[in-house]
Nanobody, 121 residues
Framework: QVQLVESGGGLVQAGGSLRLSCGASGRTFLNAMGWFRQAPGKEREFVAGIRWSSGTTNYADSVKGRFTISKDNTKNTVYLQMNSLKPEDAAVYYC???????????????WGQGTQVTVSS
């Protein structure tokens, strides 16, 4: 089992920045970690993913150039730096992880509880 705990959410004005963090504990032979988000009335959507060994990343088109996913292997922590935030970025952001290799960086087995990001216009 992998336990994930997110932090860093909050309220920010449009155009501002936030950095989310997610620490993993338990079985930490991670293969990949990622971030998803879910806005009210919408389905959960992929935001970004990162391969633990190679650092290969993948982003949703809607966040490319604004968001950056990174990791600290020594801390089993993944980060999501969010810049130039827009009101449509407001959502609950979920951290995800997998111990297994999936070709698709959007596939995960473990999930955090989520952290709220609110963007005021």
């Amino acid at each position: 089992q992998v336990q994930l705990v997110e932090s860093g959410g909050g309220l920010v004005q449009a155009g501002g920045s936030l950095r989310l963090s997610c620490g993993a504990s338990g079985r930490t032979f991670l293969n990949a970690m990622g971030w998803f988000r879910q806005a009210p009335g919408k389905e959960r959507e992929f935001v970004a993913g990162i391969r633990w060994s190679s650092g290969t990343t993948n982003y949703a088109d809607s966040v490319k150039g604004r968001f950056t996913i990174s990791k600290d292997n020594t801390k089993n922590t993944v980060y999501l730096q969010m810049n130039s935030l827009k009101p449509e970025d407001a959502a609950v952001y979920y951290c995800a992880a997998t111990l297994y290799y999936y070709i698709d960086l959007r596939k995960y087995d473990y999930w955090g509880q989520g952290t709220q990001v609110t963007v005021s216009s």
